[in-house]
């Protein structure tokens, strides 16, 4: 429930108060100050409270990007101010020293310290006339712009690749209205995306040429709802932590799934074993992830960051189609949805996973490579938050966490290197079964820790994350596919995916500013150097076959554990009225 008060003499012909009440505001009016002291003492404390000047003029949509996002505390238009619960105390306080006008209420929030949200209106019109003559301009104004239209673009988010911003948005925008206008929420649709993912998934394990081009066109259209969502958020300012939360974690699932609906569908066709390279594009892409979540987590307040690779940057963005092949040559989720299902349904899944391999590993070099760029030749001081950010994104265990305790410590991406390349060079070139790989886990459990010894402030310390998950993820591939056995592969895809929602949990959690999992989860699943180390001790002590059971089994226990810990994290911060969140960023 929001209520609004309107204070002042009610202006004749004004559809403020219907306008309000559209928003879903319940509208009282408070002619006088008295009037309005009383209305706002009668609000209830937890619930969302705007003050409109009875005089106001302007777009509805001006008033729903005031008065209705729910990321802000507290927001203010030119004649309107609201606040949620948080800033209710500053709007109270306000109240008694500036009084009941909305404008010196913005202002009072402000100096006691709590933020206020100022929406960009553009074009859009909001403003308090102080005579009939100026009434009638601004009505006009008004009138000559259309802010359906401003709010069906404003809907598309701001930066996305070429293929979403041309191909895509100039019609799933549309879609998002309908659904606005039949109730439908993001959430609802972010849930049929996956759902549709999972059917394609389903038509490509078949095998079949029919098959392989359903899933193709059903990818393609859960691409679509995946924009749909977010484009459906950002019309109706339905923002929330966990729809944020579904639609990041559901890109992932619904990817990964059709991966091995790709690996199925290979083996029924022709009985190709791609499984291998199912997994090596899980792992190429989670590490693509880590690469930008760390760089961006390292840097997220990160003070005198000067850097002439940023300067070069920024000039051929500058350049105006630099900017679209740049964006195209990362291979956003949008390109890459698009590559997968034009190879599905015109080529195999080995052809298809080819494709993708080259093309995120392109990709890959030429971000990391950038990043690096920018790290060496930037003079900038990282902040205890950004270490914690990345000692979190590390996932150390106890094993590490014991070695990082007795340990110094430095050159921490060397040394996490030194650790990553040997387990997984050990485990490949030696037979299934040999205690190498097993040496070699050992020593990647203390250079694991070593790395971690002192805070992650260091130019390239963004790396560690990713060299410890391409490590542990490696490691597993190699060590299934030196097994040579029927489901080895396929148990290992398992094991990585559910450890890969654990690190990807983790990364949301830490964007959303609700801290990394707790101690425990990452103790109860071992760290990425224990899970490294039990993985190898089971292909020295186990059978082919067992190992195989054993991997399946550890997908499932590790499964198990994250899921049900995030579901009760995330449900629990929804019920607990988490800030509202929404991302932004680059596409992935």
Sequence with gaps: ?????????????????GDLRALGFDVRLAPDPADAAAALAGVPGDQRVAVVDAGFVGH???????LTDPRFPAS???????????????????????????????????????????????????AVPADPQARNEVRQAVAAVDDEAIRL???????????????????????ARWCARRGLTPNQVTTASLLTALIAAGCAATGTRPGFVAAGVLLLFSFVLDCTDGQLARYSLQYSTMGAWLDATFDRAKEYAYYAGLALGAANASGDDVWALALGAMVLQTCRHVVDFSFNEANHDATANTSPTAALSDKLDSV????????????????????IALFTALTTPRITFYMLLVGCAL????????????????????TDRAAEALADLADSGPLAEAVARIGRGAAAPVVAAIGGVAVVTVSALTDFGSVWPVVAAAVYCVTSGLAVAR??????????????RASEYLTILVLAARADVNGALPAAFGLVAAVAYHHYDTVYRIRGGTGAPPRWLVRTIGGHEGRTLVVAVLAALLTATDFTVALTACAVFVALVVLAESIRFWVASARRGAPAVHDEGEPA
């Design 1 to 17: 429930m929001s209520t609004a008060i309107v204070t002042g003499q009610p202006v004749p012909g004004s559809s403020l108060e």
């Design 60 to 66: 509805v949509h001006a008033l729903r990007l005031g």
């Design 76 to 126: 203010a238009i030119p004649g309107a101010v609201t606040v949620q619960a948080a800033a209710r105390p500053a709007l109270e306080q306000a109240a008694k020293e500036t009084g009941i006008t909305p404008d010196a209420l913005a202002h009072g929030i402000e100096a006691d310290g709590t933020d206020v949200h100022r929406p960009e209106l553009g074009e859009l019109v909001a």
């Design 153 to 175: 673009r404003t809907a598309v988010k701001a930066r996305d690749g070429f293929f979403t911003t041309y191909c895509i948005s100039p019609y799933s925008r549309y879609i």
């Design 320 to 339: 105006g189609w630099t900017v679209w092949v740049r964006r195209m040559i990362v291979l956003p989720i949008g390109e890459r949805w698009a590559l």
């Design 363 to 382: 990709a890959a070099c030429y971000t990391t490579a950038g990043r690096v760029l920018r790290s060496l030749t930037r003079r900038a001081h990282r």
């Design 455 to 468: 805070p992650l402030k260091g130019a390239l310390d963004w790396l560690v994350p990713p060299i410890f």
